[in-house]
């Protein structure tokens, strides 16, 4: 028998001592980084968390529970009994069972009132069904991700089961070695702002911590991780762990399992189809650019590697390294990652992108950790200059501002990333035109943007209380307000440009492709319009130099050919709507971590903020710091 053989069986023996026959087990399986129990007796696992919790004391893993196939009633009867028992108001609009775990996914509009239905409940239902049953809140706004990614794990379902498997044999493995020696490489994202990669290396295991690409890179070498230069076989990786779904994080994703990747991607349970939406429009446009690394059967691959985590749940990705997802404030799903290495020796921070700041979204950055010795912050507005308004200020320059160009009849252009800024401007705009402060006109929103938010409402868990609680109890959504008005296809946009006033909000955020370009070419040459950026604004995007000061830009159009653009709308910044943490948030944030560190690395940033933030971090805390450019390797104990 195999050591991974051998270890699984150690661990039935351990649950099958815990667990009374009347607990009907069947068979305990790997589910990836979870111990999965398989029982005739659903009612009495379910209903006995001292009993489970008992298990997961003595087997130091996550148990979850599953029914025995054999009391699966087939789809078909499942889905006719679901629809026998559920309310007519609640919404009904969608039914996935998902064979490789046993469970049904249902999606409703109003999730409180199937929840308020006693056939509804979590015990019940597995009884009569044989299925665990997952309530889901779906938006009224269709989207197709969500369909992509339901569809991608139907069809791969024993694929599935088998990759589970083998991810669980691979995490439990027996250590080869006591050391705790714990290496960094720098691959991406240092002394930059794009292709965030790093490597962390156990003398038991190698973690992939995002992998992004750049999108102001002139050339192969600084548009993607540097792989190469790491020597990485991606068949030793152990796992990809990924903070967010932004392309300068995700982007190269799908690159891996093209060339050889098979391992787990976790992520937290809204990252996986945000990411989803922005792979597969970054591969529709990589091909109309003929700059294709991968395709779509590459995103579709990434899917069912992936492992969503809801925060704070701890989760074993290798023999040595547990993890912990926790909101780091700056997107939907967005997570810093803790990582619990060897029996508690070292326990490393990545803050991701962060906010450490109200916003209308989301919660501020969690910093509630047990032990951190090593924290890796990022550092993109680390200047002592880099200093954001209030928010109150902010909405009422940026509201003045569109005012200022809708009495003038003119248009204002919002270029923003599909996710997050988009998402907050439109909570904005929303609030100020039902208050009478905004000028009441169409607001058009690109389709893109639309598809992201109906992820938004997919998942209010993860948003700002207030927000949340509008979504889930009041059942309403300040994103599907009357105000907007959704542009699905390019020959829609004519209308939009013949609208005055208007406002106008696109992707890409920096300029860098995107139906934004469309707009910009046709809005940018007159006085009375006006462009107004919400967002970072990389070095080297189209975007840095429009908001620098070019006066005169070349665009392809859709004919393929070149188009020179005369700038002369106003163009404006306005700061303190953005996902990252200012120079106070940074330092308030490392301050108040407890224990005291021991070290801080910095990332994510122009090299001479970056060096300043360490420098500071160093005088006045008294911690080690430092700013490691790409291609460093960093003992960190």
């Known amino acids: 028998m195999s050591q991974a053989g051998k270890i699984a069986l150690n661990l039935m023996e351990v649950i099958a001592k815990k667990i009374p026959k009347e607990g009907g087990i069947t068979r305990v399986e790997y589910e990836g980084p979870r111990i999965a129990l398989y029982t005739k007796n659903p009612r009495f696992l379910i209903g006995n968390n001292p009993l489970i919790s008992d298990i997961v004391n003595s087997v130091k893993k996550r ?64 009884e009569k069904t044989g299925w665990i049953i997952n309530i889901n809140k779906i938006s009224t706004i269709p989207s197709t991700t969500l369909k992509t990614i339901y569809q991608t ?73 540097r792989f190469d230069w790491a020597g990485i076989d991606l068949q030793d990786l152990d796992a990809v762990i990924m903070s967010h779904a932004h392309l300068d994080h995700s982007g190269f994703l799908p690159a891996l399992f093209k060339y050889g990747y098979n391992g787990p991607v976790y992520c937290s349970e809204p990252t ?38 809801s925060f704070d749940s701890v989760t074993d990705v290798s023999p040595d390294i547990k993890i912990v997802l926790k909101n780091s404030g700056h997107i939907l799903g967005s997570a810093s990652i803790h990582l619990h290495i060897g029996d508690g020796s070292h326990n490393i921070v990545y803050s991701g992108d962060f906010k450490y700041g109200p916003s209308s979204l989301l919660e501020p950055a969690i910093l509630n950790y047990p032990r ?46 599909a996710v997050g800024r988009a998402q907050e401007i439109m909570l904005v ?16 929103i690109e389709g893109m943007i639309s598809e992201a938010t109906a ?9 700002e209380r207030n927000l949340r609680k509008q979504i889930i109890e009041n059942d309403e959504s300040p994103f599907e307000s009357d105000y907007f008005t959704i542009v699905n296809h390019p020959s829609q946009r004519s209308e939009v440009l013949q609208t005055n006033p208007c ?47 070019t006066s005169d830009v070349s665009l392809v159009n859709e004919d393929g050919k070149i188009q020179v653009v005369s700038i002369k709308c106003d163009v404006e910044k306005i700061d303190g709507f953005s996902g990252h943490s200012d120079y106070n948030q940074i330092m308030k944030y490392v301050s108040r971590l407890r224990p005291k560190l021991k070290r801080v690395i910095v990332d994510h940033g122009e090299k001479r903020k970056l060096e300043n933030l360490s420098h500071i971090i160093n005088r006045i805390f008294k911690i080690p710091a430092s700013a490691p450019a790409v291609r460093e390797a960093i003992k960190i104990c």
């Open 429 to 444: 705009l929303s609030r100020y035109m039902n208050s009478g402060d905004l000028i009441e006109c169409p607001i058009f």
């Open 63 to 126: 148990v979850v529970i599953r029914c025995d196939i054999s009391l699966r009633k087939s789809e078909e009867e499942t889905r006719q009994y679901i629809g026998d028992i559920a309310s007519s108001e609640s919404g009904l609009s969608g039914i996935f069972f998902d064979n490789a775990i046993g469970e049904v996914i249902v999606d409703v509009n109003k999730p409180s009132l199937l929840k308020q239905q006693s056939e509804f409940n979590l015990l019940d239902f597995a």
């Open 153 to 225: 794990l139907k069809s791969t379902e024993t694929e599935r089961e088998k990759l589970f498997r083998n991810f669980g044999n691979n995490i439990f493995r027996s250590r080869l070695t006591s050391t705790n020696e714990v290496t960094l490489k720098t691959l991406g994202g240092f002394q930059e702002v794009g292709r965030s990669s790093m490597l962390i290396e156990t003398g038991e295991s190698k973690i992939l911590l995002d992998c992004g690409i750049h999108p102001g890179a002139k050339n192969s070498f600084s548009s993607y991780p």
């Open 272 to 309: 996986l189809p945000l990411m989803t939406l922005l792979l597969n429009d970054a591969v529709k446009i990589a091909s109309m650019e003929g700059r294709q690394f991968y395709d779509l059967v590459d995103v579709r691959d990434m899917i069912k590697h992936c492992v969503p985590l």
């Open 503 to 549: 406002i106008i909000m696109a992707t890409s955020g920096m300029l860098e492709g995107g139906p934004v370009l469309d707009y910009f070419g046709k809005i940018s040459n007159k006085k009375e319009n006006k462009i107004i950026f919400v967002s970072y604004q990389v070095q080297g995007t189209l975007g840095r130099r429009v908001l620098d000061g």
């Open 455 to 463: 992820i938004h409402i997919n998942y209010p868990e993860y948003l």
């Open 372 to 417: 951190v010795e090593t924290l890796i912050v990022e550092g993109t507005y680390g200047s002592k200059i880099d200093i954001m308004p209030s928010r109150e200020e902010v909405d009422t320059d940026f509201v003045h501002s569109i005012n200022d160009t809708i009495k003038s009849d003119g248009k204002v252009l919002i270029p923003v990333p």
